[in-house]
C-alpha cells in the first residue's frame, strides 16, 4: 500500500536500540541492501520479500542517498512477490502424474505415499515456474529523531514479515507497536488525565480478544 496515497491505512513502531555511531544515512542504506528485494521471476520459488526503493520498486540497491532519506526521515518500501496455484489446478495436475506413474508400474495398485510427495513437489515447481509472481508493496517512513517508523499495513501476515526483515536488516534493533491509547496518552494534558490512571506509554500489545496476532488493529487505522 502507498503512503503517498489520498488515504491510506498504516501502524506505527517504536524502535527499540541503538544503531551504531558513524554516517547514519550510509548504515541505513547499507542495512537496507542486505535485506534487498531479490526477483524471483526467472526462477521456481514461491516467495520473495525484501526492501525496495520507495518511488522504484526494481531498485533495492540504495546505493543513492536521496533516494531514500528526506531530512532525518528515512523511506522505504517492503516488496513481497508471491506465486500462488489455484487448489483445483494442482490437484489436476497430481492426479495426471499419479495415473502417469500407475501406468509404467502395473503391479502397484496404488502410488506410495513418498512417491506422491515427491509427485507433488515436481507438479508445484513445474506449475510454479509457469506462473507470474504477483507483487505487493508496502511504503514505511522511518523518524531517526523520534524514534518511531510508520508501516503502511494493518495485515497481520505483512506486518509479521515486516518486524522480522527489519530486526534481520538492522541488527541490535526491533520494533515495539505503539498502543493507541499509549499514543492518546502522550497528546492528553497532564490536567486531564485522571490522577490514579495507569500509565499506558510504552504498551504495544493486548491479549485476545481485543488483539488478533498479538497486534492491536481498528484504532491506529487512521484515514
Same mark, same amino acid.
Given at each position: 500500500?502507498?503512503?503517498? =496515497? ?15 555511531? %558513524? ?5 541505513a542504506g547499507e542495512s537496507l541492501a542486505k535485506g534487498g528485494f531479490?526477483?524471483? *521471476?526467472?526462477? =521456481? ?8 526503493? @520507495? *518511488?522504484?520498486?526494481? *531498485? ?11 531530512? +532525518?526521515?528515512?523511506?522505504?518500501? @517492503? ?13 489436476? +495436475?497430481?492426479? &495426471? ?6 501406468? =509404467? ?19 508445484? %515447481?513445474?506449475?510454479?515456474? $509457469?506462473?507470474?509472481? &504477483?507483487? !505487493?508493496?508496502? *511504503? =514505511? ?15 497481520? $501476515? ?14 541490535? @534493533?526491533?520494533?515495539?507497536?505503539? +498502543? ?10 497532564? !490536567?486531564?488525565?485522571? !490522577? ?9 500489545? @493486548?491479549?485476545?480478544?481485543? !488483539? ?8 491506529? +487505522?487512521?484515514?
Open positions: 500500500m502507498g503512503i503517498l =496515497a489520498n488515504t491510506v491505512s498504516f501502524c506505527q513502531y517504536r524502535v527499540l536500540g541503538t544503531p551504531p555511531a %558513524g554516517d547514519p544515512a550510509a548504515w531479490r526477483p524471483i *521471476d526467472g526462477t =521456481a520459488e514461491e516467495l520473495s520479500v525484501g526492501w525496495v526503493a @520507495l *518511488d522504484d520498486p526494481r *531498485d533495492a540497491s540504495f546505493s543513492f542517498e536521496p533516494a531514500f532519506r528526506r531530512d +532525518h526521515y528515512l523511506a522505504f518500501s @517492503l516488496r513481497r512477490d508471491q506465486r500462488r496455484i489455484p487448489g483445483a489446478l494442482l490437484r489436476a +495436475h497430481l492426479e &495426471a502424474a499419479e495415473n502417469e506413474f500407475l501406468a =509404467a508400474h502395473p503391479g502397484l495398485q496404488r502410488v506410495p505415499r513418498q512417491k506422491r510427495e515427491e509427485l507433488r513437489e515436481a507438479v508445484r %515447481g513445474a506449475l510454479f515456474a $509457469k506462473t507470474l509472481p &504477483a507483487p !505487493a508493496i508496502y *511504503d =514505511a517512513v522511518w523518524d531517526t529523531r523520534r524514534g518511531v517508523v510508520s508501516f503502511a499495513s494493518l495485515s497481520p $501476515k505483512v506486518l509479521e514479515l515486516f518486524e522480522n526483515l527489519f530486526k534481520q536488516s538492522f541488527e541490535g @534493533l526491533r520494533l515495539v507497536p505503539i +498502543h493507541p491509547f499509549a499514543r492518546a496518552e502522550a497528546v492528553t494534558p497532564e !490536567a486531564l488525565q485522571p !490522577a490514579d490512571a495507569p500509565s499506558l506509554v510504552g504498551v504495544a500489545r @493486548l491479549p485476545a480478544p481485543h !488483539a488478533r496476532g498479538g497486534l492491536w488493529r481498528g484504532a491506529v +487505522h487512521l484515514p
